[in-house]
Every structure is written in C-alpha cells, then in structure tokens.
C-alpha cells in the first residue's frame, strides 16, 4: 500500500482540538506590544483656543473653503485642477497602490488554497528473460494552509499597512488643498498684476501731462521754469515707464503658474476677468478651536504614520515568539486516466509547524530597538507638525487683522495724496506752485495706490494661509445644517 494512502478505519479526530487551540493562540499579545497606537500626547496643545481668538465656541470644519470666496472662476479652475493636475494624480496613484498592498497583508491572514498536478513516466530495463516495464503515476492535489499568527505578526502587518495606506490618501487630500491655495494666491496674484499694471500705465500718462505741461511753460518762457524742470519731468516719466516691462513680465509668469497648476499646456490663451478687490468675506470669527487642527490632513497623514511604526513594532516583539503554520494536503494518486479520482486512491495529510527562533544572534534585538526608535521619530516628528500648525494659524489670523488695519491707514493715505498731487497740479498750472511739489505728489500717490493693491494682495493671502492652516474653513456648530427660508418649503426628491 502506498504510504500517503489513508488507512482504513483510521480517522483525525484530533483536527478540531488543533483549530481550536489555534483560533485561541492567535488572540494572543507580545508582552510590551502597542496595539498599533502610538501614544501622541498633544491635548496641551491643542485643547484651547487660539490666542488671536480666545472665546471657547464650538465649530466644525466645512471643506469648500475656496467657495466662500464666490467666484464662478476659481471654482471652475479649481475643478479643473483637480482632474487634470499630474502631481494630484501621481498622489492618487500612491493611494490605490497602499490599497494594494494592504489588500495583499490582509490575505496573508487567510487560508491560502493551492492546486497541483504532478504525472510521471517510468520505466524499468529488463532482464534477459523479462520484457521492459513501465509505469505511469498521476497525482492531481489540493493544499489548504492558514498561519495561525499566534501573537499577532500579520495582524499587525496589515494594521501598519491600513495605516499606511490612511497617511497616503490624507496626503493626497494636503496636496489637494495646497493646490487649491495655490490656485486662489495665483488668481488673486493675477488679478492684482493687472490691476498694477493698470496704474503704471495710468501714472506714465499722468506724468506725459505733467511733461507736456512743463515743456509748454518752458517754451513760452514762463518765469521760474527752466531746462531743469523738463529734465525732471522726463526722468520722473521714464522711471514711471521702466516699471512696465517688469509688472507685464509677472503678469505673464502668473499666467503660465496658473496654467501648470490646471494641468494645460504653458503658453495657451488663458482666458480670465480681473477681480475688483477684496473678497467678500467676514473677519476671522472669534472661538476658532485648537481642536480643528485635528482635521488636517497633513497631520492627519502623520498622525497614521506614527500608528504604522507603532505596528511595526508589535511586529519586532511577535517575531520572538513561537508561530504555528496548518497545512492539510489531499489528492490521489493514480496509475492511469480509470484511476484518477478514485476514492481507493486518495492520499491526505496534515501537517502542523510550530517554529520559534532560538538564537539570532541579536538580529530580533536590533529590529525591535529600530523599530521603538523609529516609533519615537514619528511620535515627535508629529508634535512639530502640531506645535508649527498652531503656530500657523495664530499668524495667519494675527496677519490679516494687522494688514486689514495697516491697509485703512494706506486707503487714507492714497485719498490724502490724490487731493494733495490735484491741488499741486492747479497751483502749478496757475504759476504759483514748484514742480518739485508737483513730481514728489506724484510719486507718493502712485507709491500708495500701489501699496493698496499689494496690501489687499497680502489680505487674500493671509486669509488662504488660515484656512490652510486649518485644513478647511470652519462653521459654527449648527449652521451648516440651517435651511434658508426660500428653499425651507422646496420639494427635496431624491
């Protein structure tokens, strides 16, 4: 009888008592083991409000920031964006390839099932007084073999990779709203490029009046007018003329920003409309809790990040420990074709591997330290993060109330200095005026309109940087669930 034969009448009555106590080995735990969550420690930071606006509200956070600046534009660009963006979609493609292999440590956890098929031909020389002998051996089989994971080796895989795979995809989601950002500073960096071009051509045209007016009394010999002051016209001209090349050459880099930012071909004709001023938006509320900070995705990311390497090292102390691996083998073995799957054929057996490294000379040591140390890096790597997020935030809220204060002081310095420059214009006009008083007007009014638009540039920017540094906007608990009084009485079908 061949030896994988089953004997008859015999049994393995003991199989149920080994998946039992297989099924309660594998619940157990390394001593010392994390249970895949690193200790983050980040309340005293995060627990209050921020210093810029102290008053204890609740909010929570609404993820269509850029919607609250209204303009059908950006939105339609950031739509586009983030279609077409490569550096977006590179990101997605390293999401679905953590979804992969997540999916592939989750199946090291499960019964692998595997087929074969084995035949051979043999033969035997004969003797002098026996013909050749041949014989044929056909063997189709089954293999069924599961690891037990006694303390939690794959089970912690597949936690490290599960977070992994979180930390990709909220990175994704950060890549998202930094290109979002850079999208509306763009936009915004465009618009206030015009808007200063505008003025410089406004000013050269003001200063050739100027010039024509100087030139005019010099030729009519007008007292107190010399070759002097029409060289000084000239000059105050042409450095208002110099500032064109550098503004159109801005003007045309924002463009091509704005155009790498959607994905298209530099160069093409970028089709857009100059916004007026400032967005239509409330001041920063006050009450914006720390605690939103836990909605950004970058420390999101590096939040999982540091679980993964906790995992990690749930896998370094499982691996000093025994593991057992049940492999069941079944088919038949068969001379020819009338006897493949007979049941008089069948061969089955089963197999239980306990193993545990006894002496590696220090290898199990060394993983486990580099796998704490790597925990340690990820644990403090995340409070910076934290620490430099809330620091963000207080500079973004702190900005834009002192550039909105510093912008009300320049809009009443430009109307000083439009009324100045027009009164020294007449009294020039009328002989009783210096034009050193008409050129310097001049400059100080140009200079302040154009720090105007630079000023309410860094507004913008300041209230992009908030909601990035928040990881979105931020709703008073409640309003995002109220229903306008037009739409309260609509038909809502699905």
Not at 288 to 311: E, K
Not at 355 to 371: I, P, T
Not at 386 to 412: C, H, K
Request: overall charge negative.
């Amino acid at each position: 009888m061949n030896s994988y034969e089953r004997t008859p009448g015999g049994g393995i009555t003991w199989l149920p008592w080994v998946g039992t106590l297989a099924l309660t080995l594998a619940s157990c735990t390394a001593p010392g083991a994390t249970g895949g969550m690193a200790e983050l420690a980040t309340e005293h930071l995060t627990g209050e409000a921020f210093a810029e606006a102290p008053a204890p509200l609740e909010f929570t956070p609404s993820h269509d920031w850029w919607k609250r600046f209204e303009d059908p534009l950006l939105n339609s660009w950031i739509e586009v964006a983030l279609l077409q963006n490569q550096s977006l979609e590179s990101a997605a493609q390293s999401v679905l390839e953590a979804e992969a292999i997540f999916r592939g440590s989750h199946g090291q956890r499960g019964i692998q099932l595997d087929a074969g098929l084995s035949a051979s031909r043999g033969f035997i020389t004969p003797t002098a007084d026996s013909d050749r002998s041949y014989s044929t051996l056909l063997r189709p089989s089954l293999q069924i073999s599961w690891q037990t994971d006694l303390f939690g080796r794959l089970r912690n895989l597949e936690r490290a990779s599960l977070a992994s795979l979180l930390a990709a995809d909220n990175d994704r989601i950060a890549l998202a709203h930094s290109l979002i950002a850079s999208l509306v500073r763009s936009r915004v960096s465009l618009s206030v490029l015009n808007r200063r071009l505008d003025l410089a051509n406004r000013v050269v045209k003001s200063r050739e009046e100027t010039l024509g007016i100087v030139e005019g009394r010099y030729k009519r010999g007008v007292s107190g007018t010399s070759a002097v002051d029409v060289h000084q016209a000239k000059e105050n001209l042409a450095a208002a003329q110099s500032n064109l090349p550098n503004l159109e050459l801005a003007t045309r880099q924002a463009s091509l920003n704005i155009q790498v930012l959607l994905g298209q071909k530099p160069g093409a004709n970028l089709e857009y409309n100059i916004i007026a001023g400032l967005p239509n938006v409330e001041a920063p509320p006050t009450g914006v809790p720390m605690g939103l900070l836990d909605r950004r995705p970058d420390l999101r990311a590096a939040q999982f990040r540091a679980h993964a390497t906790a995992a990690q090292v749930d896998v370094a102390l499982a691996d000093f420990y025994p593991d057992l691996r049940l492999t069941a083998t079944g088919g038949w073995d068969a001379k020819d074709l009338d006897e493949l799957f007979d049941v008089e054929r069948l061969f089955g057996t089963l197999l239980g591997d306990l193993s545990v490294r006894l002496f590696g000379s220090g290898q199990l040591d060394a993983n486990e330290d580099a796998a704490r140390a790597r925990l340690a890096i990820a644990s403090a790597n995340y409070q910076t993060l934290v620490i430099n997020a809330v620091r963000e935030v207080e500079d973004a809220l702190a900005s834009e109330r002192l550039i909105r204060e510093q912008l009300a002081f320049v809009q009443t310095q430009v109307n000083e200095a439009q009324t100045a420059e027009s009164l020294a214009r007449d009294r020039y006009s009328r002989g009783v005026g210096s034009l050193l008083v008409v050129l310097d007007t001049e400059r100080r009014r140009a200079n302040a309109e154009d720090l105007s638009l630079l000023l309410q540039q860094l507004v913008w920017n300041a209230r992009v940087d908030l909601h990035l540094a928040l990881g979105g906007d931020w709703l008073e608990n409640g309003r995002e669930n109220e229903i306008p009084a037009d739409d309260a009485n609509q038909s809502t079908e699905p």
